[in-house]
Nanobody, 122 residues
């Protein structure tokens, strides 16, 4: 399974970006999908998650500004980011958990995307 994240860019404070993360491979099912971020000099932190049933959870710092969504048919997770602030500057990583077809069995996977950089100018 490979993940390809995209959408990171330089944007002015108050602006918006939409991140996408597409999973490819012999995917049988995708369960939890999530976005994490790592700012310079800081540890990676959870931004938002969404379950296969559509339940979402957000870090307090992004509630009301960010929205996570998923397209199960495309094995894709999105992060709509509005009202961006300089403190949102980070490399954003997607994470997907699910099962892949491995011969005649299903195997669990837990994959990270390579990251996409979001920069917000003040």
């Amino acid at each position: 399974v490979q993940l390809q994240a995209s959408g990171g860019d330089l944007v002015q404070a108050g602006g918006s970006l939409r991140l996408s993360c597409l999973a490819s491979g012999r995917i049988f099912s995708v369960n939890d999908m999530g976005w994490y971020r790592q700012a310079p000099g800081k540890q990676r932190e959870l931004v938002a998650t969404i379950t296969s049933g559509g339940n979402t959870a957000y870090a307090d710092s992004v509630k009301g500004r960010f929205t996570i969504s998923r397209d199960n048919a495309k094995n894709t997770v999105y992060l709509q980011m509005n009202s961006l602030k300089p403190e949102d500057i980070a490399v954003y990583y997607c994470n997907l958990k699910g099962r892949v077809v491995a011969g005649t069995v299903l195997e669990a996977f837990d994959r990270w995307g390579r990251g996409t950089l979001v920069t917000v100018s003040s």
